[in-house]
């Protein structure tokens, strides 16, 4: 069973949601799908609520088309890496395959709209099969202190 930490949940003051879920021990296939990725992408923004801003990318090749998906890095830090725009911010996960990570998921959504956050913890959890969970949910805003 995933151990959950969760922090309290954004004041209705704040500028926006920022929630972080650090996934360990997932199911490597799960982790090593681009189509698999794509398709929790879009299941999670229709679960929590969220419009897609296109479909999931990563970057733009040298034409300045979007690549949906990209596989980066180098031996433990290689993994994919996708991005789904949504019209109120972004979607971001990397996958990190093998033993330094403990094939693990790192997600973050971030949204000036509010979601339910354990909705998209448990969408994320069960789509990666992840054993652990790490959850960290923020209010983002502007800095009230003048340096």
């Not at 959950?4 to 997932?26: I, K, N, Q, V, W």
């Not at 189509?35 to 999931?56: N, V």
């Not at 990209?70 to 994919?80: K, R, S, T």
């Amino acid at each position: 069973m995933p151990c959950h930490r969760a922090t309290p949940a954004p004041s209705p003051r704040s500028f926006g949601m920022h929630l972080e879920l650090d996934l360990g021990f997932c199911d490597r296939r799960a982790l090593d799908d681009p189509d698999g990725l794509r398709a929790w992408a879009i299941k999670l923004c229709d679960a929590i609520d969220m419009q897609p801003y296109g479909e999931p990318i990563l970057r733009l090749d040298n034409h300045g088309h979007d690549q949906l998906v990209d596989h980066f890095g180098q031996d433990e830090l290689a993994g994919w890496t996708l991005v789904q725009r949504i019209t109120t911010s972004t979607i971001v996960v990397h996958c990190a395959l093998g033993p330094l990570f403990g094939d693990a998921v790192f997600v973050d959504v971030f949204s000036c709209q509010t979601f339910d956050s354990g909705t998209a913890t448990k969408i994320t959890v069960d789509h990666f099969h992840a054993q652990t969970v790490d959850t960290r949910l923020r209010a983002r805003g502007a800095p009230t202190t003048i340096i």
